[in-house]
Protein backbone atom coordinates (compact mmCIF):
# COMPACT_ATOMS: atom_id res chain seq x y z
CA UNK A 1 0.00 0.00 0.00
CA UNK A 2 2.41 2.32 1.01
CA UNK A 3 4.79 2.39 -2.46
CA UNK A 4 1.77 4.63 -3.64
CA UNK A 5 2.77 7.13 -1.60
CA UNK A 6 5.43 10.37 -3.39
CA UNK A 7 7.71 12.01 -1.70
CA UNK A 8 6.77 15.21 0.26
CA UNK A 9 8.03 18.32 -0.55
CA UNK A 10 10.28 20.00 2.81
CA UNK A 11 8.25 22.67 4.76
CA UNK A 12 9.29 25.77 3.83
CA UNK A 13 9.82 27.39 7.18
CA UNK A 14 10.60 23.78 9.29
CA UNK A 15 13.33 23.23 6.43
CA UNK A 16 15.04 26.46 7.50
CA UNK A 17 15.81 25.36 11.10
CA UNK A 18 16.99 22.19 9.81
CA UNK A 19 19.29 23.60 7.37
CA UNK A 20 20.65 25.75 10.29
CA UNK A 21 21.26 23.20 12.76
CA UNK A 22 23.29 21.28 10.33
CA UNK A 23 25.64 24.45 9.59
CA UNK A 24 28.81 24.42 11.93
CA UNK A 25 29.60 28.00 10.81
CA UNK A 26 30.21 30.31 14.13
CA UNK A 27 28.63 33.50 11.70
CA UNK A 28 25.08 31.59 10.99
CA UNK A 29 21.71 33.42 11.68
CA UNK A 30 18.35 31.83 12.27
CA UNK A 31 16.34 34.37 10.90
CA UNK A 32 13.56 31.58 10.02
CA UNK A 33 10.99 29.77 12.47
CA UNK A 34 8.84 31.97 14.72
CA UNK A 35 9.97 32.29 17.62
CA UNK A 36 11.08 34.72 20.26
CA UNK A 37 14.70 34.66 20.91
CA UNK A 38 16.36 36.64 24.04
CA UNK A 39 19.46 38.54 23.47
CA UNK A 40 21.58 35.32 24.05
CA UNK A 41 19.92 33.53 20.67
CA UNK A 42 17.85 31.35 23.25
CA UNK A 43 14.06 31.28 23.73
CA UNK A 44 13.74 31.41 27.52
CA UNK A 45 10.97 30.03 30.09
CA UNK A 46 8.90 32.94 31.09
CA UNK A 47 9.52 33.45 35.23
CA UNK A 48 5.75 33.35 35.85
CA UNK A 49 5.54 29.85 33.74
CA UNK A 50 8.20 28.36 35.44
CA UNK A 51 6.50 29.11 39.06
CA UNK A 52 3.29 28.13 37.92
CA UNK A 53 4.91 24.90 36.22
CA UNK A 54 6.05 24.17 39.42
CA UNK A 55 3.30 24.79 41.66
CA UNK A 56 1.14 22.77 39.35
CA UNK A 57 3.60 19.53 39.75
CA UNK A 58 3.52 20.22 43.39
CA UNK A 59 -0.14 20.03 43.74
CA UNK A 60 -1.35 18.20 40.84
CA UNK A 61 -3.68 14.91 41.73
CA UNK A 62 -4.30 13.37 38.63
CA UNK A 63 -3.83 13.00 35.03
CA UNK A 64 -6.97 12.18 34.10
CA UNK A 65 -8.99 13.42 31.10
CA UNK A 66 -10.54 16.72 30.99
CA UNK A 67 -13.05 17.36 28.15
CA UNK A 68 -13.06 17.51 24.43
CA UNK A 69 -13.55 21.45 24.95
CA UNK A 70 -10.47 21.33 27.39
CA UNK A 71 -10.12 23.62 30.85
CA UNK A 72 -12.94 25.72 30.95
CA UNK A 73 -10.26 27.99 33.31
CA UNK A 74 -8.28 29.00 30.54
CA UNK A 75 -10.74 29.23 27.90
CA UNK A 76 -12.78 31.84 29.66
CA UNK A 77 -9.58 34.01 31.61
CA UNK A 78 -8.02 33.87 28.00
CA UNK A 79 -11.75 35.22 26.34
CA UNK A 80 -11.51 37.66 29.07
CA UNK A 81 -8.23 38.93 27.70
CA UNK A 82 -9.19 39.29 24.55
CA UNK A 83 -12.59 40.96 24.33
CA UNK A 84 -12.14 43.05 27.47
CA UNK A 85 -14.95 44.86 28.85
CA UNK A 86 -16.55 43.38 26.16
CA UNK A 87 -16.67 40.34 27.58
CA UNK A 88 -19.34 40.42 29.94
CA UNK A 89 -21.82 42.03 27.23
CA UNK A 90 -21.96 39.04 25.19
CA UNK A 91 -20.76 36.30 27.56
CA UNK A 92 -23.79 34.21 26.45
CA UNK A 93 -23.12 34.53 22.84
CA UNK A 94 -19.95 32.58 23.46
CA UNK A 95 -18.53 28.83 22.69
CA UNK A 96 -15.18 28.33 23.56
CA UNK A 97 -12.52 25.14 22.97
CA UNK A 98 -9.62 24.39 24.44
CA UNK A 99 -7.16 23.57 21.09
CA UNK A 100 -3.41 22.31 20.14
CA UNK A 101 -2.17 25.13 19.84
CA UNK A 102 -3.46 28.27 17.23
CA UNK A 103 -3.16 25.90 14.64
CA UNK A 104 -5.22 23.71 16.59
CA UNK A 105 -8.13 26.94 16.52
CA UNK A 106 -7.94 27.24 13.33
CA UNK A 107 -8.51 23.62 12.15
CA UNK A 108 -11.19 23.21 14.80
CA UNK A 109 -12.31 26.84 13.53
CA UNK A 110 -12.37 25.37 9.73
CA UNK A 111 -13.99 21.97 10.58
CA UNK A 112 -17.08 23.81 12.81
CA UNK A 113 -17.46 26.38 9.37
CA UNK A 114 -17.97 23.01 7.16
CA UNK A 115 -19.98 21.71 9.18
CA UNK A 116 -22.30 25.00 9.31
CA UNK A 117 -21.99 25.27 5.74
CA UNK A 118 -20.41 22.84 3.47
CA UNK A 119 -17.88 24.23 0.80
CA UNK A 120 -18.45 27.88 1.17
CA UNK A 121 -15.61 29.80 0.20
CA UNK A 122 -12.97 31.26 2.70
CA UNK A 123 -10.56 33.89 1.81
CA UNK A 124 -6.61 34.56 3.17
CA UNK A 125 -4.57 37.86 2.46
CA UNK A 126 -2.35 37.45 -0.40
CA UNK A 127 0.82 36.59 1.07
CA UNK A 128 -0.75 35.11 4.15
CA UNK A 129 0.90 32.32 6.89
CA UNK A 130 2.02 29.46 4.94
CA UNK A 131 -0.01 27.15 7.25
CA UNK A 132 -3.47 28.72 7.05
CA UNK A 133 -4.25 27.28 3.44
CA UNK A 134 -3.48 23.43 4.45
CA UNK A 135 -5.13 24.13 7.61
CA UNK A 136 -8.25 25.80 6.13
CA UNK A 137 -8.50 24.45 2.99
CA UNK A 138 -7.76 20.43 3.56
CA UNK A 139 -11.62 20.12 5.09
CA UNK A 140 -13.84 20.88 2.27
CA UNK A 141 -13.51 25.12 2.57
CA UNK A 142 -12.87 26.67 -0.98
CA UNK A 143 -9.78 28.50 -0.77
CA UNK A 144 -8.92 31.99 -2.02
CA UNK A 145 -7.30 35.27 -1.58
CA UNK A 146 -7.60 38.99 -1.31
CA UNK A 147 -5.17 41.57 -1.67
CA UNK A 148 -3.25 42.67 1.31
CA UNK A 149 0.36 43.63 0.81
CA UNK A 150 2.62 45.07 -2.23
CA UNK A 151 6.31 44.12 -1.55
CA UNK A 152 8.03 46.44 -3.95
CA UNK A 153 6.25 49.44 -2.14
CA UNK A 154 6.16 47.90 0.89
CA UNK A 155 2.44 48.77 2.63
CA UNK A 156 -0.85 47.13 2.46
CA UNK A 157 -3.05 47.57 -0.46
CA UNK A 158 -6.10 48.95 1.40
CA UNK A 159 -7.85 50.05 -1.34
CA UNK A 160 -7.97 46.67 -2.96
CA UNK A 161 -8.41 44.81 0.10
CA UNK A 162 -11.63 46.97 0.31
CA UNK A 163 -12.94 46.80 -2.51
CA UNK A 164 -12.77 42.65 -2.74
CA UNK A 165 -14.55 42.28 0.11
CA UNK A 166 -16.98 45.07 -0.68
CA UNK A 167 -17.71 42.76 -3.99
CA UNK A 168 -17.45 39.13 -1.53
CA UNK A 169 -21.60 37.49 -1.44
CA UNK A 170 -23.07 37.23 2.00
CA UNK A 171 -21.51 33.95 4.57
CA UNK A 172 -18.22 34.48 2.51
CA UNK A 173 -15.57 33.82 5.31
CA UNK A 174 -12.73 36.23 6.10
CA UNK A 175 -9.32 35.45 7.94
CA UNK A 176 -8.18 38.81 9.22
CA UNK A 177 -4.68 38.76 11.06
CA UNK A 178 -5.96 40.26 14.25
CA UNK A 179 -2.30 41.80 15.06
CA UNK A 180 1.46 40.95 13.52
CA UNK A 181 1.17 40.23 10.24
CA UNK A 182 2.64 37.26 9.34
CA UNK A 183 4.73 37.05 7.38
CA UNK A 184 4.64 40.38 6.41
CA UNK A 185 4.45 42.59 9.70
CA UNK A 186 2.18 45.06 8.77
CA UNK A 187 -0.79 45.49 10.36
CA UNK A 188 -3.98 47.57 9.27
CA UNK A 189 -4.44 50.86 11.26
CA UNK A 190 -7.31 51.31 13.26
CA UNK A 191 -9.05 53.73 10.79
CA UNK A 192 -8.33 51.04 8.65
CA UNK A 193 -9.79 48.50 10.73
CA UNK A 194 -13.01 50.38 11.57
CA UNK A 195 -13.78 50.59 7.48
CA UNK A 196 -13.26 46.64 7.54
CA UNK A 197 -14.89 45.63 10.15
CA UNK A 198 -17.96 48.41 8.19
CA UNK A 199 -17.67 46.59 5.02
CA UNK A 200 -17.50 42.91 6.89
CA UNK A 201 -21.17 43.85 8.62
CA UNK A 202 -22.42 45.31 5.55
CA UNK A 203 -21.78 42.48 3.56
CA UNK A 204 -22.88 39.84 5.83
CA UNK A 205 -19.30 38.65 5.84
CA UNK A 206 -17.91 35.79 8.91
CA UNK A 207 -14.75 37.07 10.05
CA UNK A 208 -12.26 34.23 10.77
CA UNK A 209 -9.40 36.30 13.36
CA UNK A 210 -6.29 34.95 13.99
CA UNK A 211 -4.97 36.01 16.82
CA UNK A 212 -1.26 34.13 17.20
CA UNK A 213 0.98 37.21 18.91
CA UNK A 214 -1.66 38.79 21.27
CA UNK A 215 0.75 41.11 23.25
CA UNK A 216 4.05 41.21 21.02
CA UNK A 217 2.94 44.03 18.43
CA UNK A 218 2.18 47.15 20.67
CA UNK A 219 0.58 45.57 24.40
CA UNK A 220 -2.48 43.32 25.28
CA UNK A 221 -5.12 46.06 24.68
CA UNK A 222 -4.11 47.73 21.41
CA UNK A 223 -3.31 44.59 19.84
CA UNK A 224 -6.79 43.15 20.84
CA UNK A 225 -8.18 45.99 19.90
CA UNK A 226 -9.63 44.56 16.75
CA UNK A 227 -11.00 41.69 17.81
CA UNK A 228 -13.08 44.31 20.02
CA UNK A 229 -13.82 46.31 17.13
CA UNK A 230 -15.42 43.85 15.06
CA UNK A 231 -16.91 41.74 18.21
CA UNK A 232 -19.34 45.01 18.43
CA UNK A 233 -19.81 45.16 14.80
CA UNK A 234 -20.71 41.63 13.50
CA UNK A 235 -23.32 39.36 15.31
CA UNK A 236 -20.83 36.33 14.44
CA UNK A 237 -17.27 35.31 14.37
CA UNK A 238 -14.29 33.26 15.34
CA UNK A 239 -11.02 33.98 16.55
CA UNK A 240 -8.13 31.87 17.05
CA UNK A 241 -5.78 32.05 19.81
CA UNK A 242 -2.62 31.23 20.49
CA UNK A 243 -0.64 30.94 23.71
CA UNK A 244 2.18 29.67 22.31
CA UNK A 245 4.98 32.64 21.57
CA UNK A 246 3.29 35.15 24.32
CA UNK A 247 3.56 32.52 27.12
CA UNK A 248 6.82 31.10 25.79
CA UNK A 249 5.06 27.60 25.71
CA UNK A 250 5.28 26.57 22.55
CA UNK A 251 5.94 22.92 22.90
CA UNK A 252 2.89 22.66 25.24
CA UNK A 253 0.47 22.94 22.84
CA UNK A 254 -1.89 25.68 23.93
CA UNK A 255 -4.91 27.46 22.06
CA UNK A 256 -8.39 28.51 22.17
CA UNK A 257 -11.05 28.73 19.76
CA UNK A 258 -13.38 31.45 20.39
CA UNK A 259 -16.87 31.44 18.29
CA UNK A 260 -19.35 34.43 19.20
CA UNK A 261 -23.14 33.89 17.84
CA UNK A 262 -26.01 35.37 18.77
CA UNK A 263 -27.71 34.18 22.01
CA UNK A 264 -27.53 31.03 24.81
CA UNK A 265 -29.37 28.46 22.77
CA UNK A 266 -27.21 29.27 19.31
CA UNK A 267 -23.90 29.01 21.98
CA UNK A 268 -24.97 26.32 23.45
CA UNK A 269 -25.56 23.78 20.42
CA UNK A 270 -22.30 25.70 18.79
CA UNK A 271 -20.29 24.39 21.68
CA UNK A 272 -21.83 20.79 21.60
CA UNK A 273 -20.59 20.58 17.87
CA UNK A 274 -17.05 22.04 18.75
CA UNK A 275 -16.74 18.90 21.21
CA UNK A 276 -18.06 16.55 18.91
CA UNK A 277 -15.35 17.86 16.17
CA UNK A 278 -12.94 18.22 18.77
CA UNK A 279 -13.58 14.47 19.35
CA UNK A 280 -12.95 13.35 16.19
CA UNK A 281 -10.00 15.14 15.71
CA UNK A 282 -7.83 14.55 19.01
CA UNK A 283 -9.81 13.74 21.64
CA UNK A 284 -8.52 15.58 24.27
CA UNK A 285 -6.03 18.40 24.55
CA UNK A 286 -3.12 18.37 25.93
CA UNK A 287 -4.13 19.95 29.44
CA UNK A 288 -0.50 20.87 31.37
CA UNK A 289 0.28 24.10 29.15
CA UNK A 290 -4.02 25.15 29.50
CA UNK A 291 -2.96 24.86 33.59
CA UNK A 292 0.06 26.82 33.62
CA UNK A 293 -1.75 29.52 31.38
CA UNK A 294 -4.83 29.33 33.93
CA UNK A 295 -2.85 29.50 37.07
CA UNK A 296 -0.62 32.84 35.53
CA UNK A 297 -4.00 34.62 34.51
CA UNK A 298 -5.42 33.55 37.84
CA UNK A 299 -2.68 35.13 39.95
CA UNK A 300 -2.27 38.59 40.53
CA UNK A 301 1.19 38.06 41.21
CA UNK A 302 1.78 35.90 38.61
CA UNK A 303 -0.47 37.63 36.26
CA UNK A 304 1.72 40.87 36.67
CA UNK A 305 4.99 39.03 36.83
CA UNK A 306 3.72 37.74 33.10
CA UNK A 307 2.93 41.06 31.84
CA UNK A 308 5.44 43.09 32.76
CA UNK A 309 8.19 40.55 30.91
CA UNK A 310 5.95 39.70 27.61
CA UNK A 311 6.09 43.70 27.31
CA UNK A 312 9.94 43.68 27.79
CA UNK A 313 9.64 41.32 25.20
CA UNK A 314 7.66 43.29 23.30
CA UNK A 315 9.43 46.57 23.40
CA UNK A 316 12.54 44.49 22.66
CA UNK A 317 11.73 43.38 19.25
CA UNK A 318 10.19 46.83 18.58
CA UNK A 319 13.96 48.04 19.66
CA UNK A 320 15.09 45.40 17.04
CA UNK A 321 12.98 46.39 14.49
CA UNK A 322 14.28 50.28 14.36
CA UNK A 323 17.48 49.16 14.65
CA UNK A 324 17.59 46.90 11.83
CA UNK A 325 15.78 49.87 9.90
CA UNK A 326 18.57 52.33 10.71
CA UNK A 327 21.09 49.39 9.64
CA UNK A 328 19.81 48.61 6.64
CA UNK A 329 19.11 52.56 5.15
CA UNK A 330 22.50 52.89 6.05
CA UNK A 331 24.14 50.09 4.12
CA UNK A 332 21.85 50.58 1.43
CA UNK A 333 21.74 54.15 1.44
CA UNK A 334 17.91 53.86 0.36
CA UNK A 335 14.69 54.19 3.32
CA UNK A 336 14.08 50.93 5.33
CA UNK A 337 12.03 53.12 7.67
CA UNK A 338 9.08 51.02 7.19
CA UNK A 339 10.72 47.88 8.84
CA UNK A 340 10.55 49.78 11.98
CA UNK A 341 6.82 50.86 11.47
CA UNK A 342 5.82 47.39 11.39
CA UNK A 343 5.27 45.18 14.51
CA UNK A 344 5.06 41.87 15.47
CA UNK A 345 8.40 38.98 14.57
CA UNK A 346 8.06 39.30 11.52
CA UNK A 347 9.15 41.24 8.08
CA UNK A 348 8.88 40.41 4.75
CA UNK A 349 11.93 41.89 2.56
CA UNK A 350 11.78 42.07 -1.40
CA UNK A 351 13.77 39.43 -1.81
CA UNK A 352 13.52 36.32 -4.56
CA UNK A 353 14.26 32.85 -3.92
CA UNK A 354 17.77 33.14 -5.65
CA UNK A 355 18.51 35.95 -3.27
CA UNK A 356 17.35 34.12 -0.02
CA UNK A 357 19.62 31.20 -1.45
CA UNK A 358 22.53 33.94 -2.35
CA UNK A 359 21.75 35.38 1.22
CA UNK A 360 22.16 31.48 3.23
CA UNK A 361 25.33 30.53 0.90
CA UNK A 362 27.30 33.92 1.03
CA UNK A 363 26.24 35.34 4.68
CA UNK A 364 25.19 32.30 6.29
CA UNK A 365 21.66 34.32 6.77
CA UNK A 366 19.09 31.84 7.19
CA UNK A 367 15.34 32.32 6.38
CA UNK A 368 12.20 31.08 4.25
CA UNK A 369 12.06 30.96 0.15
CA UNK A 370 9.62 34.68 0.15
CA UNK A 371 12.13 36.82 2.26
CA UNK A 372 9.90 36.84 5.53
CA UNK A 373 12.50 37.28 8.15
CA UNK A 374 12.12 36.55 11.88
CA UNK A 375 13.25 40.13 13.93
CA UNK A 376 14.18 38.33 17.09
CA UNK A 377 16.97 36.53 15.23
CA UNK A 378 18.66 40.21 14.99
CA UNK A 379 21.18 41.15 17.73
CA UNK A 380 22.93 44.26 18.23
CA UNK A 381 25.69 41.44 17.96
CA UNK A 382 25.02 40.66 14.72
CA UNK A 383 22.72 43.82 13.24
CA UNK A 384 25.92 44.74 10.82
CA UNK A 385 26.55 41.85 9.87
CA UNK A 386 22.78 40.74 8.64
CA UNK A 387 22.60 44.28 7.47
CA UNK A 388 25.03 43.92 5.06
CA UNK A 389 24.14 40.37 4.08
CA UNK A 390 20.57 41.08 3.37
CA UNK A 391 21.46 44.16 1.68
CA UNK A 392 23.94 42.25 -0.68
CA UNK A 393 21.41 39.74 -1.35
CA UNK A 394 18.80 42.63 -2.71
CA UNK A 395 21.78 43.59 -4.84
CA UNK A 396 23.06 40.19 -5.84
Same mark, same amino acid.
Given at each position: ???????????????????????????????????????????????????????????????????????????????????????????????????????????????????????????????????????????????????????????????????????????????????????????????????????????????????????????????????????????????????????????? $???? /?? #? +?? @????? &? =??? *????????????????????????????????????????????? $???? /?? #? +?? @????? &? =??? *?????????????????????????????????????????????????????? @????? &????
Amino acid at each position: MFETLVRVPPDPILSVSAAFQADDSPDKVDLGVGVYKDEHGKTPVMRAVRTAEQELLAEQSTKTYVSPIGNTGCNTLMTELVLGSDHAGRKADLSLAQTPGGSGALRLGAELLQSARPGATILVSDPTWANHIPLLGTVGLKVDRYPYYDPQHPGVLFDRMLGHLDAQPAGTIVVLHACCHNPTGQDLTPAQWSEVASVVARRGLLPFMDLAYLGLGEDLDRDAASVRLMARAVPEMLVAVSCSKNFGIYRE $RTGV /LI #A +LG @AGAER &A =AIT *TGHLGRLARTLWSMPPDHGAAIVQRVLSQPALRQDWMTELSHMTR $RING /LR #A +LL @AEKLS &A =AAG *TDYGWIGAQRGMFSRLPLSATQVGFAREQHRLYMPPDGRINIAGVSPANVDRVA @AGLIA &AVRS
